[in-house]
């Protein structure tokens, strides 16, 4: 007979495992990078971040444009300052918040993450929420966060040349090690080649126009 710890445990491990991956920002916003081919998602040349996605906010008239105009500063980008939102309930392990935010073109790859909060998600499923503005970090390792809380602003820091969030999810604790793992993101609106699909369940991949689903998070 199985100990009541035993069970406990067992419970727990089900209810991480079954626990569902949300978008982690509000508004539109477009799919930069995101898939499983090198064509479509260079994250795929690092096996510790396979299947990664870079998101920019969308917006302009057509709803569409990535910038308000030409691009060249970085409160010009849509997604420059928007909430980060954790897209999962777990435990906050790490986090960064005191890197600079580089200008537009401009990389730094000696501190790829920038401004970053790592999440356990599971036993073997880490969150990491990438190039976040400096001194915006909301969270602390050791806090607790539910889908949905603010951990962040959309900032340009790290080894990034221009305001989006990097989203992957690892098998490992420690950034690079282990492999990345291929998430399906639940109760989102998707637009493809046009077509509107609503409240689905979906890996993303490039080329994307992605949502959350405002009914489907409010229940």
């Known amino acids: 007979m199985k100990t009541l710890a035993a069970i406990t445990l067992l419970l727990a491990a089900t209810a991480a495992w079954s626990q569902e991956y949300r978008l982690p920002f509000g508004g539109r916003w477009f799919v930069y990078q995101g898939g499983d081919t090198l064509n479509v998602n260079a994250h795929m040349a690092v096996r510790g971040q396979w299947?990664?996605?870079?998101?920019m906010k969308v917006g302009g008239a057509g709803g569409g444009s990535l910038t308000k105009s030409t691009g060249t500063t970085l409160d010009d980008f849509f997604s420059w300052g928007e909430p980060?939102?954790?897209?999962v309930d777990g435990e906050v392990v790490a986090a960064a918040d005191a890197f600079p935010d580089n200008p537009v073109g401009?990389?730094?790859?000696?501190h790829p993450l920038g401004n970053y909060v790592e999440i356990r998600a599971a036993a073997d499923r880490f969150v990491f929420l990438a190039h976040m503005q400096r001194h915006s970090i909301a969270v602390r390792p050791g806090h607790h966060v539910a889908r949905g809380d603010v951990v962040g602003r959309c900032g340009n820091s790290g080894?990034?040349?221009?305001?989006?969030?990097?989203m992957h999810v690892q098998d490992a604790e420690e950034f690079g090690a282990g492999t990345g793992q291929n998430?399906?993101?639940s109760g989102i609106d998707v637009a493809l080649a046009g077509k509107p699909f609503h409240d689905v369940r979906w890996p993303l991949i490039r080329g994307l126009f992605v949502s959350n689903d405002e009914a489907a998070a409010r229940r």
Request: charged share 15%; glycine share 4%; aromatic share 12%.
């Open 106 to 110: 401009v990389m730094d790859p000696k």
């Open 159 to 166: 080894n990034t040349s221009a305001p989006h969030i990097h």
């Open 183 to 185: 998430v399906e993101f």
């Open 84 to 87: 980060v939102l954790s897209p």
């Open 51 to 55: 299947y990664g996605i870079d998101f």
